[in-house]
């Protein structure tokens, strides 16, 4: 089909019309359609930024879904995967009548693996367990897809998901003796045939870098590649495009090397090497201790018994591979065991030697942290992604571009010969939103900042009623303002971290007139539609904080190439970061709200008229009288 029948499909009296009832056509919807089946057609690299309500899923699934191509689908999480499988796609096929083979893929941890299953079932370490895991044995018998979230009985964070579940490292792939009835392998059977394949980033990625055995990739022969939520990409990149170390995957493999020697019983040297390896991976999380954020792997090596440890992991993960390559021949399990030992063995390899093209760092987790080794620059990888990939490539989001600049992003990804195409909201600012610049505030790194924040922020609130966001830019901006909010205001406030996302976002808009204080996931990917949310307010530019060491060796290398760090990567990151949060305000042609940004900087520096200018435009306020008035008039 063309692009200009494509584009007729979204007039007011063609085929989405006809036959979606609560479809109103958008000028900008039918240009991003068209501007997609010209790419699929030409096989070019578009990048599009589609402002919030043009309609941007229904603009590249229409052009997808008629182009008669094979195509992959990556979004950013897996709620937006399966919203486009669940939702979306049914929809449109029916609407345009188009019998098109669509599958929904997610990594293996999504779903049941039948062999770990049954290996739980025998440990006598996991006997308190066993009701629980007949259950989900049970359950595998009923369940079509096997996705580990529909399984009864478990948690999110339950400690038990490790242990029926499968990772790249674990997984056995066609030597398993439950292959045949493998969740996994259905779901990669089943995409392979699909004309349209849904993924996530996360998976993009590995399908190209990790090439996993024993299932073959998924991805060649497609035609094209559409990238939703591009703007996630290059952070999903850090850890595919380099190695990646934790004493996490330590514990799993001395985990699974003790339950295979736990099952087998005459392997008292496996036993022992794994009990070694737990105790290296144990010794080296200690390190971690105290540590807050990344650090520069120089500089956690001179932490106290750090080298130590690293010394231990690596004799530990050599004599582990020493035992298993005597016993590799015996069973498939301990072949795989053999090579996950190899495996982590290249990545601390990887991790401790010194790569000037590479960046190392060292990162604190949950009772331990891992160990990081990314390009310092990603453009290399993406450019060889696409190779991999030939044919259209589609990468859209609401913030790619730093006013009508896409050059930030595109450098970062390799893309300078794509075409780009920005569109604008088609939501009316002008009428349904106003942008307040409290006047008086100090300079954000000035002692009293956040009490006069407060001072001039819980008037708006209280004024509002509630229907508010307070996004901040660190943990401690948050468990201020939670603190003093819960204080002096009377709604109910909700705050990151006291709940699972999706509740704590349930309740908040079921309320009405509740009261949010989130930090970097509440910034983007919500979306609260109504009066419920009437007031946003951003505590300061989101400026990556310094001592980050991945981000400060970026801006050591555009230093010594030439270029202005600041103006180059630490402002535009910013810019985009912060329509992010701004971005949760008009979610809807009816939404009315105030955008209220607390940084005092974008009317006292010369950079701040070019933050401003890259956000919607509307009407600038910087009295509160006129604040409060706009809040009263929005109130329901």
Not at 346 to 351: D, F, S, T, W
Not at 584 to 600: F, K, S, Y
Request: aromatic share 6%; with cysteine; net charge negative.
């Amino acid at each position: 089909m063309s692009p200009s029948e494509v584009e007729a499909i979204f007039a007011a009296d063609g085929a989405l019309a006809s036959a979606i009832a609560d479809y109103a056509p958008r000028l900008q919807q039918a240009q991003m359609a068209k501007s997609v089946a010209q790419a699929l057609e030409s096989a070019t690299t578009l990048v599009v930024e589609a402002g919030t309500g043009t309609g941007k899923t229904f603009a590249y699934l229409v052009p997808a879904l008629l182009s008669g191509q094979r195509v992959v689908i990556s979004t950013g999480t897996l709620n937006l995967q399966d919203q486009l499988f669940r939702r979306d796609l049914p929809r449109l096929r029916d609407a345009l009548g188009a019998p098109v083979r669509v599958s929904l893929l997610k990594g293996r941890a999504n779903y049941l693996c039948l062999h770990r299953l049954k290996q739980a079932q025998q440990l006598p370490a996991l006997r308190a367990q066993w009701p629980r895991l007949q259950v989900l044995a049970d359950w595998a018998q009923q369940t079509v897809h096997g996705e580990i979230q529909q399984a009864p009985q478990l948690r999110r964070d339950d400690p038990l998901l490790p242990r029926v579940t499968s990772t790249a490292e674990n997984c056995l792939g066609s030597r398993c003796a439950d292959f045949e009835q493998c969740f996994v392998a259905k779901a990669r059977q089943a995409a392979q045939a699909a004309d349209v394949v849904v993924v996530n980033h996360h998976l993009l990625l590995s399908d190209f870098v990790l090439k996993e055995e024993g299932f073959g990739r998924i991805l060649p022969g497609a035609d094209a590649v559409i990238v939703d939520e591009a703007h996630q990409l290059p952070d999903a990149a850090e850890q595919f495009f380099g190695a990646r170390l934790s004493t996490h995957q330590l514990d799993t493999l001395a985990q699974d090397c003790a339950g295979e020697a736990e099952v087998l019983r005459d392997v008292p040297d496996l036993a022992d090497a794994a009990l070694a390896l737990s105790r290296a991976a144990t010794r080296l999380a200690s390190s971690f201790g105290g540590q807050i954020g990344r650090l520069k792997f120089t500089e956690f090596v001179r932490r106290e018994s750090a080298p130590e440890s690293l010394d231990a992991v690596n004799e530990a993960l050599k004599n582990l591979h020493a035992v298993l390559a005597a016993l590799a021949e015996r069973s498939v399990e301990l072949a795989a065991l053999k090579e996950r030992a190899i495996d982590l063995g290249a990545r601390l390899a990887a991790v401790i030697t010194q790569d000037d093209g590479q960046i190392r760092w060292a990162e604190p987790q949950l009772r331990g942290g891992s160990l990081n080794a990314t390009p310092l620059k990603l453009d290399d990888g993406f450019r060889r992604l696409r190779e991999a990939l030939p044919g259209a490539w589609i990468l859209t989001s609401a913030t790619l571009a730093v006013g009508e600049d896409f050059s930030h992003f595109a450098s970062e990804l390799g893309l300078d010969e794509a075409k780009t195409l920005r569109l604008d909201s088609p939501f009316d600012f002008e009428t349904q939103a106003r942008l307040y610049l409290p006047p008086g505030l100090p300079e954000p790194n000035a002692p009293d900042y956040h009490e006069r924040l407060f001072d001039a922020v819980i008037p708006l609130i209280r004024e509002s009623g509630g229907g508010a966001f307070m996004l901040c830019t660190s943990h401690r901006a948050l468990r201020l303002a939670s603190e003093r909010l819960r204080r002096e205001l009377k709604q109910p406030v909700y705050v990151q971290g006291e709940g699972d996302r999706a509740t704590v976002l349930e309740q908040f808009a079921a309320d009405g007139n509740a009261v949010l204080v989130g930090t970097s996931s509440f910034w983007e990917g919500v979306d609260v539609r109504g009066s419920a949310l009437r007031l946003v307010i951003i505590d300061r530019l989101p400026f990556t904080a310094p001592g980050d060491p991945v981000f400060e060796a970026r801006l050591d290398a555009i230093a010594q190439s030439g270029g202005k760090p600041f103006m180059d990567y630490q402002l535009p990151q910013a810019i985009m970061m912060l329509r992010q949060g701004a971005g949760r305000l008009i979610r809807d042609a009816g939404d009315r709200g105030l955008l209220v940004l607390c940084d005092p900087r974008l009317r006292g520096r010369a950079y701040g008229a070019r933050v401003l200018a890259s956000l919607p435009a509307m009407p600038v306020l910087i009295d509160e009288a006129d604040a409060r008035r706009w809040l009263r008039k929005i109130r329901p």
